[in-house]
């Protein structure tokens, strides 16, 4: 019963670009902040993006800030995240997060996040 799915990962070379991509089943979707985290072997999993729920509002972690774009379709129920100028210390997987109405303060607090995706590999190569 997997209400948010990830797509969109896999290999680029460094300096490329990826695009993800999110999916929510739910009928609720337009009242939801939306997130990105991602994880990579042996780390804890880390804020990347968030966005409001009308996309009014955006947060990023300062390593991705100015390379990484998080918008939200939602006509479509998706959120996605446009990572431009990919270094290999993004290689991760990335995760998808939702929270009815109000984005989490500060948006890096996982345990405010009340919805998770099963994750999208991305793997940045030099």
């Known amino acids: 019963q997997v209400q948010l799915v990830e797509s969109g990962g896999g290999v680029v070379q460094a300096g490329g670009s990826l695009r993800l991509s999110c999916v929510d089943s739910?009928?609720?979707?337009?009242?939801?902040?939306m997130g990105w985290f991602r994880q990579a072997p042996g780390k804890e999993r880390d804020f990347v993006a968030a966005?409001?729920?009308?996309?009014?509002?955006?947060y990023y972690a300062d390593s991705v800030q100015g390379r990484f774009t998080i918008s939200k379709d939602n006509a479509r129920n998706t959120v996605y995240l446009q990572m431009n100028s990919l270094k290999p210390e993004d290689t991760a997987v990335y995760y998808c997060?939702?929270?009815?109405?109000?984005?989490?303060?500060?948006?890096?607090?996982?345990?405010?996040?009340?919805?998770w995706g099963q994750g999208t590999q991305v793997t940045v190569s030099s």
């Open positions: 739910g009928r609720t979707f337009t009242n939801y902040a």
């Open positions: 966005t409001s729920w009308n996309g009014g509002t955006t």
């Open positions: 997060a939702g929270r009815r109405f109000r984005l989490p303060q500060p948006p890096q607090t996982l345990s405010e996040w009340e919805r």
